[in-house]
């Protein structure tokens, strides 16, 4: 190959690595492009009703600004009723993960531990460990794991 080819093909492979760079700029450059292209059609619509062009560019923006909002409330109004539902849900959730039976079972006669007071890092750990001496008690030593109960 000759150096020119050398060249432009290490130019290529640059230009390709800058572009993968600035990929997001770029993006809302031709996002924008597209943008003013449909905001420009709606524009030439009103015109053609006889508008004078700067009547129809604040109509356009007008009736997208409208549009915008009426998008946002109902985005808005089904997140919130979807939070509402999650705030319902969440004491199910954590009941069906570690059941109260579970707990009552597991638990050593004598010690009593407000689970209030722990950290969640704290509460995995002793669920975990629980979990396994149940699983060993019941089920006789876990071979592979070389877990033996206590």
């Given at each position: 190959m000759a150096l020119g080819r050398w060249i432009d093909l290490l130019s290529l492979v640059v230009s390709l690595y800058v572009l993968?760079?600035?990929?997001?700029?770029v993006l809302l450059?031709?996002?924008?492009?597209i943008f003013a292209v449909g905001l420009n059609r709606v524009v030439r619509q009103f015109q053609k009703s006889r508008l004078k062009r700067s009547a129809a560019i604040g109509l356009t923006i007008?009736?997208?600004?409208v549009v915008l909002?009426?998008?946002?409330?109902?985005?808005?109004t089904r997140i919130v009723e979807q939070a509402d539902q999650l705030v319902e849900l969440i004491p199910g959730a954590i009941a069906s993960v570690v059941p109260p039976a579970l707990l009552a079972l597991l638990d050593s006669p004598g010690?009593?531990?407000e689970y209030y007071q722990l950290t969640f890092w704290q509460f995995v750990?002793?669920?975990i460990k629980r979990t396994v001496k149940f699983s060993c008690l019941n089920l006789g030593k876990v071979e592979g794991l070389g877990v033996i109960a206590r």
């Open positions: 993968w760079q600035i990929r997001a700029i450059f031709f996002m924008a492009i007008a009736s997208f600004i909002g009426l998008l946002l409330t109902l985005v808005t010690k009593e531990i750990n002793i669920w």
